[in-house]
């Protein structure tokens, strides 16, 4: 009784009835404690003598797994209570709070799932749509640089194939003033085309006019005018033809080559430009894994265990054991599965299954 | 600002760009202390890209992955850029010259300059906290390029980030005061 008065004067928010219950487990304990000990003591007593035949022996043996067997069941009797009392119930709230069984979370993390893929959707298409765009104004600033060469390469050449249509058939005095009309005459080359798949024709031409046009005009004045220069020799080179033509058109080859070299370097650096400005949503995280399907029988478990084996080199990285004598069939399928999630790896007599989350 | 008297250094290594004289982004942020871990990868990407030669094959699985990324982002461009090329010029503001000296990653000169990373993070939060926009524009300034990029890769994301920069002057004007010497000296 004064045990439980000086209780109860301590703990002076416990209700009387508990602190007596919590009093009566200190004196359970207490004396199984004591039990336990003298029964550890009595258990050791009976390996003690010296036994002379076989038979003693695994006489005593037995009495000692007796013992101890009976000693187990004493203490189970006590510790159950607790367990059963105590631990059971207080690790329910763990249980029914489970991610993978409360139904609310379930619900939620589904919500959440379905709300980012509609969201990951509609930042793909704003991305895609972004992206066009770019190759868009990619394609024509492109395709600029690459008429403007070519008609560029085109001028050129024709002024080199009068220069020695005329050389060819000694035409003493060339209608070099008519050159600029026949110049002139050239098409600017024609614009490739597009396939879009997003833009409209409207944002297309809105693009398409934003983007400055070479000069052609200029190009053509700059070609017209270098007409004089191309026949400043030309009565000279009357003289030598083959080598003037030579010379001409190895002059426009090298020109040709300079301008490919120049083209090929201003369409890569417009696009690495076009590609680093292109605007990039960032899309919500799904983590996609692959999980191995379940399957209650021998064979499944055969076929994890085989799977696992011929796999282990890679599966170190995935594999937490504490002991390796306790690896469960259910770890090595989860090893696998982690594997096969980082590298798409598939497994003989397995089935996967793809987890969003 | 005006910006003279550019001269390039080819084949330039590392070690004696840092004897030259001149004033650098680095220079003006005063990092001083041991590499940490990050920029340790840093240099290692770098190296493995444009100096192949001068990378000790640590870290290489990543090294590797990052450089594949960067380069399949620069693509094309890559080969005509020079690749580690330093330059000096002087940067002149109301009435002060700076000797400015940079190294770029890779430029055309009058082109283009690119500048490589290696970030934890996100690119703007990165460019917000240590300048890399300045340090670009630098390059930009005193190569007459119209733009330069900024190539991160984003090891949280494990992606490629860019940033096209253009040029401003702000930073270098203020700095131009800051370590400059009156211009008729």
Known sequence: MNEVMQLTTIQTDLPERQALAWLALAKEKNEVTAEISRRELACQQLLLPEPATYQEIDTMLASYRKALSDLSDYRKEFTNKITGALIAPQMEPEKRLNEKTNPRYIELSNRSLTLRKDEADRAAKVNALNKERADFKTFIQNEHFRIAAEYRAELRKSITAMYAAWLNDNVQEPAVDTLADLLAKLEVPKIGKFTPALLSREEMIEIFNAIPKPDYAGILAEAQGSVQEVFANYTADLKNKEAAIAHQQQQQALAVQAEQEQLAQQQAVTTLIATAETVTIETPKIKKTVEIILVESEGW??????????????????????????????QMADALSKYATETGEVFAGLEMKEVEK | MTVGNTIYYESLDFEKYLQIEGTSFSTIKGFDGVPSAGMRLGTRVHNYISEPEKYDWQQAEEVRAIASAIKKTVAAAL????????????????????????????????????????????????????????????????????????????????EVQTKVITPSQEFWNYNIVRYGRPTFY
Request: some cysteine; hydrophobic content about 40%.
């Open chain 1, 301 to 330: 478990a055969k076929a994890v265990m085989a799977a696992f084996i011929v796999n282990l080199p890679n599966l170190s990285k995935y594999i937490r054991v504490k002991s390796w004598a306790k690896l469960s069939i259910g």
């Open chain 2, 79 to 158: 080969k005509f850029m020079k690749k580690e090329l330093s330059f000096t010029s002087d940067f002149s503001f109301n009435g002060m010259t700076m000797r400015y000296k940079g190294r770029a990653d890779g430029i055309i000169p009058g082109m283009l300059c690119i500048d490589y990373k290696v970030l934890s993070g996100d690119i703007e939060a990165a460019c917000d906290r240590f300048g890399y926009e300045n340090q670009v524009s630098g390059y930009c300034l005193a190569t007459g390029c119209p733009k330069g990029i900024i190539v991160a890769y984003n090891r949280k994301i494990k």
